[in-house]
């Protein structure tokens, strides 16, 4: 049952065929290029993840407080109960001087140490400076 088609009949059939397959060459390029674009990113980090280099730097500086408290503690400055009260130091404004806040229930103190050598996990490099109370009355200060 061959049938013969009219002219334009034919010619609009092409013309339908051609849109049909651009169409769907079309929407494969697409999907190909969505699905590259999702797997050959490059990955950011999450907004809370860390780097090595960043936990290595927080763990020194954390270091710095626990060694400060130790040493203010050592001298009988501070109680024994004494803690920390944020475990990283505070910038001040002379060089290699840092500050760490620390307190009891009942007082709150503020331990100024300075970096001496570059070792900070050795008890040597860093050294007490000072210890104040929250309302200024200063318990020590190194001499010199």
Known sequence: MAQTLEPRTRAWLKWEWRAALITVVGGMLIVAAVFAYFTFRPQRLS????????????A?????CVQALAGAKEFGIVPNYAQLANPYPNETKVRGRYE????????????????????IGQRRC??????TQQDGTVLYRRQG
């Open 100 to 119: 760490c806040a620390s307190g009891t229930n009942v007082a709150k103190y503020t331990i100024a140490v300075d970096l001496v050598c570059k070792q």
């Open 126 to 131: 860093v050294v007490l400076h000072s210890v």
């Open 60 to 64: 020194l500086a954390q270091i710095v």
């Open 47 to 58: 907004p809370g993840a860390l780097t090595a280099r960043q936990v290595q730097t927080a």
